[in-house]
Each structure stands twice: as structure tokens, then as C-alpha cells.
């Protein structure tokens, strides 16, 4: 079990004394902590001198640059659109990130609560992941406010020194399907294998605030079956974004979905049944955004496949300026 008490910005007010730094933490290093599972390890993000890596295996934001050449999973549209999408409440003082990979969510949420200067926790079971978001942080504006840990969610969840205004997760999410594909990317992609919805489920309801929000993005059946998941543990969607890659798509590529705790939300039953069955626009809760759009060009005639314009809206304050040009694909 991970065992920790951390000194960071916003544990104070949940009752956590800052603890005294260790001869080893370095002036820029966010917290001091102990662990009694070298499996389960935390640690501190300072700001080393950084080589440069590889353009090819770098992805630029607009105010951060993303390795990811380490990782099985790459920065793709998912992430950019939960980190775009997700609305930390209201002077949010703690943020988790489940699963973190690269980083790239808790650098966005980090980006978006500068004016909070809300401390950032991220996590991840996979060790190449790990040490890929801890060179990212390292190098990011932010190194002062992000924590990285070398654990399980469920470690996690059984010792967190806190709990969470924002938990957010770009979590696996295959389904009792086949594996013939024994990669390090295919193994984080199932969530049975990984972090079963059940357990993601209960440890957010577990670690949140009353008033927190739990952010995930998954495909539309995994979606519907943490929906109802969720339910059984005391979380109801409050807010969905269903994402479509082409306007005339009959089904969404994806559900971008926000939780609360039930007995702290309002009214939001009617919108929980309806978001569970798949409705496309009649709630107020729930958006539709196609991310790709055909534009003809003047001169040549030709068709061209463009980033929409909602869609440039939405990342407008993450997308580097240059990425917004054609493209073939966006999902693999």
C-alpha cells in the first residue's frame, strides 16, 4: 500500500500539515514524501537541464511541448479534447490524473488553473509512462505544482493524502475482447486488465469532494457501461460531449463525460437516464461537437479535410497555431 504524506500547494485546507523538506528535495521539488512499496513510488518533479528529444517524437502545444516517444500510447484526440473539454470547478485547489501517460492531462489542467495554482497528481502503473511524463513535467512552466507517482489507481485510491476537486482520465477501455496483441499499448488500452470500471468508479467516488467532478473521455458503448456503473456507486453524469469525426457520421466516435456525486448534484437525474441512452440533442446537457469538415478549395477545386471550426474553438488555448492545417485522420 502506497504510504505517503505530501507537502504541496492546496493540502492545507484538507487538513494535511506541509511537511518538513528532506536534505534530497531540491529548492524547485513540489513535495517530500516516504513509500513503503518501492512499486508504488512518488516523485518529486524538478527542472534539470532537458535534452532536446527528437522533433518526430515531440507534439507542441501552444504553451508546452509534449515528448512522447517513450510511451505506448501516443498524444491523440482524446486527450486534447477531454483536456480542452474539462471544466475544473471553481477555485480548484487539487487535480488527479488517472493513467497520465505522456502527462499531457495534468499539464493541461495545470495550464487551465494558474490562477488557482491548484496542485496536480498524476499517476501511472507503467514505468516507460512514468518516466515520460516526468520529463515532460520537468520541462513544462509548472514543474513547482505537478506531483507524479509511480502507482496503481487502486494504490492510490487506498492511501491518497487528499482528496480531489477534479479527478480526470483518459482511462483502457476494451472489454472482455481478444488479445492477440501482447504490446504495451494494447495491454493499456483493456480496462479489465488494467483498471475495471467498477474500480475506477468507486475510487473516484471515494476521493472526490463533495462538490468535485470526475472527466473521462470513452467510446460510446464503453461509455454507456460506466454510466451505469457509476450509478452503482453513487456518480451521475451531469454533463456530456458526444464527438462525432464527420458531421455526417450517424454515431459518435467518442463520449466526453462529466460526473458528480449524486447527493450533491441537482436535478440531474433526468439528465443522467438521458445521457445513458445515447441522446444526440435534445438535453441541454449534452453536446455535439464534429471534429473534421470538408472545405472546397477557390483555386484548385479540390475538397480538403480541415479541422471544424468548433473544434479549433474548443483547443483554441492548447493546439499550437501550426497543427490547424489538412489531415486524412484523426483516430487510428
Not at 100 to 107: I, Q, S
Not at 113 to 140: E, G, K, L, P
Not at 218 to 223: N, Y
Amino acid at each position: 500500500m502506497l504510504q505517503s504524506i505530501l507537502s504541496c500547494p492546496g493540502l492545507a485546507r484538507h487538513g494535511y500539515a506541509p511537511r518538513a523538506r528532506s536534505a534530497c528535495c531540491r529548492t524547485r521539488s513540489l513535495a517530500c514524501c516516504s513509500t513503503a512499496n518501492p512499486a508504488a513510488s512518488v516523485t518529486t518533479v524538478t527542472a534539470p537541464e532537458q535534452k532536446v528529444p527528437p522533433k518526430s517524437s515531440v507534439f507542441r502545444f501552444r504553451h508546452f511541448d509534449l515528448a512522447h516517444g517513450k510511451c505506448a500510447q501516443k498524444m491523440g484526440t482524446d486527450s486534447m479534447l477531454l483536456g480542452a473539454w474539462a471544466q475544473p470547478p471553481p477555485e480548484t485547489q487539487t487535480i488527479l490524473d488517472v493513467g497520465t501517460g505522456t502527462g499531457v492531462l495534468a499539464l493541461m489542467m495545470a495550464q487551465k488553473t494558474q490562477h488557482s495554482r491548484a496542485a496536480v497528481h498524476a499517476i501511472d502503473i507503467d514505468a516507460a509512462a512514468y518516466q515520460q511524463a516526468a520529463d515532460n513535467f520537468a520541462a513544462s512552466p509548472w514543474p513547482d505544482r505537478l506531483l507524479l507517482a509511480h502507482a496503481s489507481f487502486q494504490q492510490w485510491a487506498a492511501a491518497a493524502p487528499c482528496k480531489y476537486d477534479l479527478i480526470i482520465s483518459n482511462p483502457p477501455f476494451f472489454l472482455q475482447s481478444s488479445k492477440p496483441d501482447r504490446s504495451a499499448r494494447a495491454a493499456a488500452r483493456h480496462a479489465d486488465d488494467v483498471l475495471p470500471f467498477a474500480q475506477l468508479a468507486a475510487g473516484a467516488a471515494a476521493l472526490l469532494q463533495p462538490s468535485g467532478r470526475l472527466c473521462l473521455v470513452l467510446p460510446p458503448v464503453e461509455g454507456q457501461r460506466f454510466v451505469q456503473e457509476a450509478v452503482q456507486h453513487g456518480l451521475l453524469l451531469t454533463r456530456s460531449l458526444h464527438v462525432f469525426t464527420k458531421a455526417q457520421d450517424e454515431e459518435p466516435k467518442r463520449h466526453v463525460m462529466q460526473f458528480e456525486l449524486a447527493e450533491h448534484c441537482c436535478n440531474a437525474a433526468a439528465q443522467q437516464l438521458e445521457c445513458a441512452a445515447g441522446s444526440n440533442s435534445s438535453s441541454s446537457a449534452v453536446e455535439r461537437l464534429v471534429v473534421m469538415q470538408k472545405v472546397t478549395d477557390p483555386v484548385s477545386g479540390r475538397q480538403q479535410q480541415l479541422y471544424s471550426e468548433q473544434y479549433q474553438q474548443l483547443t483554441a488555448d492548447f493546439h499550437h497555431p501550426s497543427l490547424f492545417k489538412p489531415v486524412l485522420t484523426i483516430y487510428s
